[in-house]
DNA sequence: TAGTGGTCTAGACCACGAA
DNA sequence: TCGTGGTCTAGACCACTAT
């Protein structure tokens, strides 16, 4: 049925050197696919018995990279119903993007009040940190994210002005950025890395977040990165702790 | 071979209602026995092979058992070798315990400079984030902790004292807490949940920090919990971030 | 009832490490 | 050379979902 060591979807050589274990590149390929977007956020995947038959191996290889794609949160398996490419519904940030709750009661989405929104040259830092030449176009947006009512975060977000062509010209800018760079981008944030560090107010942030100067305030400094692992945006943070903390589990 | 629905360690009831997977009896089965200490850290698991025949499962269950174990970073598998029980060795600590980096260079591991160690009945507070009656015995731990040679972190340990007989008394306080816990007293630290905010320094905290009054810091509140779920210490941390920020991983 | 993922088994061969 | 975990296969039955 199979050579010693089959290779999917026939990449050419007999993998001698370099060769990788079958799931892996089941997994990869998967991936590529979503990258594509030839399977849109909240839609079904083939089935396993599917995907097997057309890659030419057993379920059970399949089933091992469907296993890792949902332990990185990529998939949603659901028993009797099939796997799903997943989301970024509220939900989902919730739990995996936004570790900012408050000290007493549930978890809570923030409202957002957009500042500023503008398309210009990157600054050094910023197209270096988007791994962008020097100088490239990139999205700025400033807002003001509320908690219970009142001012919490203050917020910059830098885009490659490249991936998300028209973003902000005009057009709403939704409170889920996540959700609206899948929906109208095809681009997924799969996963990102934070700096954290306390930090005291300049007088311009304390005016925003109501607060004196000189306030206390945790500063995050974010860059998020798509499926393929490039970077898709720089997020800084200066969030109000008194009554809120960042949520960090350690397993 | 089996009936319809096998149970391990034979618990008596047929397990109509509430029935768990084999793998998963077999996952509980082998935390209870790390927990009863009857591998310690560092030694060998018997093979799956041997497991498998012990419990009578096949030996695919036994290792979807081990695969979840070593996941939650409970045992760590080796090619060719065997499966080991985690062990508190600085790396391990310095990869998932300790997320206090330089921004410039390597992790490192802090030294230690003790202030206080001393035995009496926990507060109110002490008392209930660890699970214990009003009024019973905790050990109390103040340290200093330096990075790069300088004070960098003001670190306060709350321990149920009826966990760690003796700890303290006169005994050299080692660097590495967890892996005391561990093989003097055979409690393993499993997992912890930290609460991070921004504060002001006090005068006496910035005093033992070498900063000025008012210096920003970053505030951490780790419970840390023991292989059975169970509060094992409080931890509360004054941290400079001037030259150092907290890393975290959104995956 | 049909189809999906979830569990469990049995057996083969490979890669790695130690003796 | 032997024993370990790592990969891959094939097939069985179960639990859940939709129709």
């Given at each position: 049925m199979h050579p010693t060591r089959a290779t999917v979807a026939a990449s050419?050589?007999?993998?001698?050197?370099?060769f990788r274990p079958l799931y892996m590149q089941v997994r990869d390929m998967l991936v590529q696919r979503m990258v594509q977007g030839l399977w849109g956020p909240g839609e079904a995947l083939p089935s396993e018995q599917d995907l097997a038959a057309e890659l030419g191996v057993s379920q059970g290889t399949v089933r091992k990279a469907l296993d890792e794609l949902a332990a990185q949160n990529l998939v949603v398996r659901r028993q009797g119903r099939g796997t799903f490419v997943a989301e970024h519904d509220e939900a989902r940030i919730l739990f995996q993007f936004f570790k900012l709750v408050p000290d007493v009661g549930n978890p809570c989405f923030p409202e957002s009040r957009i500042l500023s929104a503008e398309r210009r040259a990157g600054t050094a830092e910023e197209c270096i940190r988007l791994g962008l030449v020097t100088g490239a176009d990139v999205i700025h947006v400033h807002r003001i994210r509320l908690l219970q009512g009142k001012p919490a975060i203050s917020e910059t977000v830098t885009l490659p002005a490249g991936l998300f062509p028209g973003l902000g010209d005009g057009d709403l800018i939704p409170n889920n950025l996540y959700g609206l760079y899948a929906s109208?981008?095809?681009?997924?944030?799969?996963k990102a890395v934070e700096k954290l560090k306390a930090v005291l107010l300049a007088p311009e942030e304390a005016e925003q977040l109501e607060v004196a100067p000189g306030h206390p305030a945790l500063h995050i400094d974010r860059l998020a990165r798509s499926l393929d692992g490039s970077p898709v945006e720089w997020r800084v943070s200066l969030c109000l702790t008194d009554a809120f903390h960042y949520h960090s589990d350690l397993t």
């Open positions: 050419g050589e007999p993998t001698k050197l370099g109208e981008y095809g681009v997924t944030v799969a």
